[in-house]
């Protein structure tokens, strides 16, 4: 059984950063891709960052790129989303979502449900 468990969201004013965290137990992490969604109300959830197994590739929605980062760390089976210049139109639930790959597996799905591993969700609000 793989959990993941987001922590790190809240409530910021816009231009502010925070540092979002998925912690996975069991010991698929290092042969896991990892990515970020995000719901916001109203709106379907949609694919914002991800991360190869190996870290060397990554993906971003056109609407982050250059203000969110996303990282690795294999040792502490945590992946991080760096959200710097936060906008008012970020505000939404985080979902952190993992799949198993082999290492030459990059492809990014947006799809929610095609990562078998899925957390249940960190809160981020941004007021203008």
């Known amino acids: 059984q793989v959990e993941l468990v987001e922590s790190g969201g809240g409530s910021v004013q816009a231009g502010a950063s925070l540092r979002l965290a998925c912690t996975t137990s069991?010991?698929?992490?290092?042969?896991?891709?990892m990515v970020w969604f995000r719901q916001a109300p109203g709106k379907e959830r949609e694919l914002v960052v991800g991360?190869?197994?190996?870290?060397?590739?990554?993906h971003y929605a056109d609407s982050v790129k250059g203000r969110f980062t996303i990282s690795r760390d294999n040792a502490k089976n945590t992946a991080y989303l760096q959200m710097n210049s936060l906008k008012p139109e970020d505000t939404a639930t985080y979902y952190c979502a993992a799949r198993s790959t082999i290492l030459t597996d990059n492809r990014f799905y947006t799809a929610f449900n095609d990562y078998p591993y899925r957390g249940q969700g960190t809160q981020v609000t941004v007021s203008s």
């Open positions: 991360i190869s197994r190996s870290g060397s590739t990554t």
């Open positions: 069991g010991r698929t992490f290092s042969r896991a891709m």
